[in-house]
């Protein structure tokens, strides 16, 4: 089925640990967005991409890198991962920019 | 930073009831989405809202766009179970800002 997969589903690491969130998309979309959904904070955007090779900060990068050398994959590297990077993770991918469809999401803890 | 306000944040009805849920905000949007989240899933898209004015129905789901393009509502008609779920709006300034702004959603809990 067409759409946006994440893997893992999800995720266990210990403070320190670094790890890469898989994100890809099947729909030839061009916009693909990573974002951290926290109680009472709703979702919040970490980074970008407007197209293979291009790549922006959203509003809370701190902590995070990412990079889009295919059309379909944008992954999301956690450096060092810290008790606060324990969060829902969506990747999301629009062919506008405007609406987007969203992955099912990863669930990072970190101890 | 352009925020928009969801209210109210927790609502629950009794099944066949009518509710609406108010997305507010002080800035001027091109576009505006309404998205629904359950339990463990991603937001799923239900409508985009582009023109002022503008209403479009999905079912027994109505949402508007204000005239200036600052809010927008979602109203749903005899509200039934599969309905509960998280609801969000989001809205797409333009002009080459290629991020959405969400609101912090609307917990909709319809009991049967």
């Known amino acids: 089925n067409a759409g946006v997969t994440q893997t893992p589903k999800f995720q266990v690491l210990k403070t320190g640990q670094s790890m890469t969130l898989q994100c890809a998309q099947d729909m030839n979309h061009e916009y693909m967005s990573w974002y951290r959904q926290d109680p009472g904070m709703g979702l919040r955007l970490i980074h970008y991409?407007?197209?293979?090779?291009?790549?922006d900060q959203g509003e809370v990068p701190n902590g995070y890198n990412v990079s889009r050398s295919t059309t379909e994959d944008f992954p999301l590297r956690l450096l060092s991962a810290a008790p606060s990077q324990t969060s829902v993770y969506f990747c999301?991918?629009?062919?506008?920019?405007?609406?987007?469809?969203f992955g099912s999401g990863t669930r990072l803890t970190v101890v | 930073t352009q925020l928009l306000e969801q209210s109210p944040q927790f609502l629950s009805i009794q099944e066949g009831e009518n509710l609406t849920v108010y997305c507010n905000s002080s800035s001027v949007f091109s576009s505006l989405q309404w998205y629904r989240q359950e339990p463990g899933e991603g937001p799923v898209l239900l409508v985009t809202?582009?023109?002022?004015?503008e209403v479009k129905k999905l079912k027994r789901l109505t949402f508007q766009f204000g005239d200036a393009r600052k809010d927008s509502s979602l109203h749903i008609t005899a509200a039934q179970p599969g309905d509960t779920g998280l609801y969000l709006c989001a809205g797409y300034s333009g002009a080459g800002s290629y991020q959405l702004t969400f609101g912090k959603g609307t917990k909709l809990s319809v009991i049967p």
């Open positions: 809202v582009v023109t002022g004015g």
């Open positions: 991409s407007v197209g293979a090779g291009i790549t």
């Open positions: 999301a991918s629009s062919y506008t920019g405007a609406a987007y469809t």
